[in-house]
């Protein structure tokens, strides 16, 4: 492994170990967007809520599409491809589609500031690992990680887009008035849409089987896991009838 490599491997731990050592700033108070930005005034210039996704996104479907459109085509059937692929089908979803079709409230310019900062740090390592430092052989297809790692990343991603479709379908384009989301895994959980979303970067982090993936996935569990807490909180305190056996993230445990 290069010294490039092992650099890279570097950059991952200590940069996600920074980013939890950040959360610390969110176990009280929940990221300042959506539902919770009265709570963080005040929150300066905003942008309109599609604008802003799709400028935050972007960045990590671009990067690693960028490394990957510099290789020759001899590395276009490795395992490799596949990898990187689902990193970017995810972002491609997120930036082109996601972004058009959300009815969020406007994001907050530091907001989307800190969060293209980190996507476009988290695309290049993730695609640059992948293309110089990851060494998989054909073999590696027939991988059982390889394999259930994929189909962890397509079911989290299933459950992440069919929850943000019910979320969406809540309220008419410009009403603001909250409802309780219903179907799916919300049936079961606040966060169905994290709880997806964690799921398919675990899924991830197991058929790249390396530390970037994993730190990518750690950092997504307590990120999104702890907006997860505090969406169930919000909808505890607002809605009197909210059902009580519905838990923050995890079915029937938490």
């Not at 939890?20 to 539902?35: D, E, S, T």
């Not at 490394?67 to 692929?85: H, K």
């Not at 969406?231 to 056996?245: E, Q």
Request: proline letters at 5%; a positive charge; hydrophobic letters at 45%.
């Amino acid at each position: 492994m290069s010294v490039e490599c092992h650099q890279s491997l570097v950059l991952a731990g200590s940069a996600y170990l920074a980013a939890l050592g950040a959360l610390v700033l969110y176990f009280r108070k929940p990221a300042g967007y959506g539902k919770h930005l009265e709570n963080r005034m005040p929150v300066g210039i905003c942008l309109p809520a599609r604008a802003a996704w799709f400028l935050q996104e972007l960045p990590s479907f671009v990067v690693p599409a960028g490394i990957l459109a510099l290789q020759s085509y001899s590395l276009f059937r490795t395992p490799e491809l596949v990898l990187l692929g689902l990193f970017c089908a995810h972002y491609f979803h997120r930036t082109f589609i996601y972004s058009l079709l959300t009815r969020g409230r406007p994001l907050p310019l530091v907001f989307l500031f800190k969060g293209f900062i980190f996507c476009f740090g988290n695309g290049f390592l993730q695609g640059y690992y992948l293309i110089y430092c990851g060494e998989y052989s054909y073999k590696w297809y027939t991988d059982l990680r390889f394999s259930l790692g994929i189909v962890l990343f397509i079911l989290g991603m299933t459950i992440n887009i069919h929850s943000d479709c019910i979320l969406r379908q809540l309220r008419k384009p410009g009403e603001t008035t909250y409802r309780i989301p219903q179907g799916g895994l919300f049936t079961y959980v606040s966060g169905a849409n994290y709880l997806g979303e964690i799921i398919e970067w675990f899924g991830y982090a197991l058929a790249t089987w390396s530390l970037p993936g994993l730190a990518f996935a750690f950092f997504s569990l307590s990120f999104l896991g702890l907006q997860a807490v505090h969406h169930h909180r919000f909808y505890l305190k607002i809605f009197k009838d909210y059902p009580k056996s519905r838990k923050a993230l995890i079915p029937f445990i938490f």
